[in-house]
């Protein structure tokens, strides 16, 4: 669990002893600094003590723990879950429009793992967040790839 997470040595006991996993919320406490907030998979090549947690603001923040910190697990994490709505039934009278699925940037999430983005959603996925598009037209979808525009040569 924790070793997904990028965790390892001192962190990773600490984490795996809690119980705590990714999206876990936590308290740390170092240096009489009280911080609160989500446990994020760390960056391969960030500092091996560091503990990555998402603040309630929004920012990342990069903790160096050791043996004097401490760190309390305050919740577990939900995981998230994407369950689009049925295909609407095609009408006669609009116009048929196909969407290609090609991967790039608005398809993709960040990996934590990497810090870089990969294809996560597909063309059918974005069609159904916008329901509204099959009042104007019949619409079909279909991957032809998942690729992030930076690695089309």
Do not use: C, H, W
């Amino acid at each position: 669990m924790v070793s997904e997470l990028g965790y390892g040595g001192f962190v990773a006991e600490v984490l795996s002893g809690l119980g705590v996993g990714l999206g876990d919320e936590v308290e740390v406490v170092r240096n009489g600094l009280r911080l609160r907030g989500f446990v994020m998979a760390r960056y391969e090549y960030g500092a091996p003590d560091v503990l990555v947690l998402k603040l309630s603001n929004g920012y990342n923040i990069g903790v160096r723990i050791d043996a004097s910190t401490q760190i309390r697990k305050l919740s577990s994490a939900v995981a998230p879950s994407f369950n689009p709505p049925p295909p609407a039934q095609p009408r006669e009278n609009l116009p048929r429009v196909m969407i290609a699925n090609t991967g790039g940037t608005i398809a993709s999430r960040i990996d934590y793992r990497t810090g870089g983005v990969k294809p996560a959603l597909t063309a059918s996925d974005l069609v159904s967040i916008v329901p509204e598009i099959a009042e104007k037209a019949n619409v079909s979808t279909e991957i032809l790839m998942q690729v992030v525009s930076m690695f089309i040569t």
